[in-house]
């Protein structure tokens, strides 16, 4: 189960949205109101430039991951599936259909099988679980998951981010009109403000978003239609987390962490405005706004199902993408599948 941006979303009439080089620096938007254009299309193993043969990996995805697993004798339509979904919808309305998927695998090989999933694909895994509390699943082995959600997230849709160095920036109006962006901002029990002038806040109310100028209101708190949409997103996502935290959890749950790293874990705030400098650029913030993780998930975030006995296994990294694409990430993932 891919995360964020691993599976490519491709349209008709517009093309690649997302999945081939060329997205990285122009190509129709990701998201839009009142819907995104676009389905889902094949999981990727990576980015490449070049004539077909031989083209360069620029941005690997879940190319190095698959090879691991086939080294360790996985083999693609064999013994391993991969599950490509349109990763700008809500993860509570991806759930069911990757149960019906599990459901399925389950009855062609005879018995219970096993999850991986990468990042924001172990949200996904747990919206599963929600949908349907006896998935045949012998065992769930995530990495880098926010199970309780990530202040990055907050980062991302407040600022927007580039898809690569001198690439094409997305706004935070884009990333927004996505309606499932939204989903791994902190959970509602774990949202939680520094404010220097001890202000109160809940990010899940709309009013929070509007006085603090967060993303889309950040010239305008009334902003239109966006007063309207966060609204609806944010009564939304605050039934989303309910679901997840209402949900099964699995037999066996195995989480690698990323550790090593400084990781927002509270939204500080300075002179009524959010300070969210995003991963790897922490200097200046308060110790109590950090906590031990991969400098985008914590620790108590990637191991955070509600319900489970989860088997933690560090790993040491140098960011958030570590937890997806170093052998010491991939030596953890196999020893959780044994």
Not at 9 to 17: K, N, P, Q, T, Y
Not at 47 to 61: E, F, N, Q, T
Not at 148 to 155: D, N
Not at 305 to 312: D, E, K, L, M, Q
């Amino acid at each position: 189960m891919p995360g964020l941006f691993g599976t490519e979303i491709v349209d008709e009439s517009l093309g690649a949205i997302w999945g081939s080089f060329g997205c990285l620096y122009r190509g129709p938007l990701i998201g839009e109101l009142p819907a995104p254009r676009g389905r889902a299309g094949r999981v990727m193993e990576g980015i490449s430039i070049g004539p077909a043969m031989m083209k360069l990996v620029a941005y690997d995805i879940s190319g190095a991951m698959r090879r691991a697993l086939e080294r360790a004798g996985y083999r693609l339509g064999v013994n391993m599936s991969f599950f490509g979904y349109d990763w700008r919808q809500r993860v509570i309305e991806v759930g069911p259909a990757l149960a019906a998927e599990i459901r399925r695998l389950a009855e062609a090989s005879g018995g219970p099988v096993d999850l991986l999933g990468l990042s924001n694909g172990g949200l996904t895994i747990r919206a599963a679980y929600a949908a349907d509390a006896t998935l045949p699943v012998e065992r769930v082995v995530l990495s880098g998951s926010p199970l309780a959600g990530s202040v990055e997230t907050l980062t991302v849709l407040h600022a927007g981010f580039q898809f690569a160095p001198f690439g094409r920036t997305v706004s935070a109006a884009e990333f927004v009109s996505c309606p499932g962006s939204m989903d791994s901002i902190p959970s509602p029990e774990t949202a939680r403000f520094l404010d220097e002038a001890g202000g109160e806040h809940d990010l899940y109310e709309l009013a929070t978003w509007r006085h603090l100028r967060l993303s889309v209101f950040g010239r305008d708190p009334d902003a239109t239609p966006w007063v309207d949409v966060i609204g609806t997103r944010l009564r939304a996502l605050r039934e989303t987390w309910r679901s997840l935290e209402g949900g099964a959890a699995p037999k066996h749950l195995v989480c690698v962490c990323g550790e090593g790293i400084p990781t927002q874990v509270r939204i500080v705030v300075r002179n009524g405005r959010v300070v969210l400098p995003g991963e790897g650029k922490l200097r200046g913030l308060p110790a109590e706004a950090l906590a031990e993780g991969d400098g985008t998930v914590s620790l108590a975030s990637a191991r955070a199902w509600t319900g489970a006995r989860a088997h933690v296994v560090r790993i040491p990294v140098t960011r958030h993408r570590d937890v997806v694409r170093t052998e010491p990430a991939f030596k953890a993932i196999l020893e959780g599948l044994r």
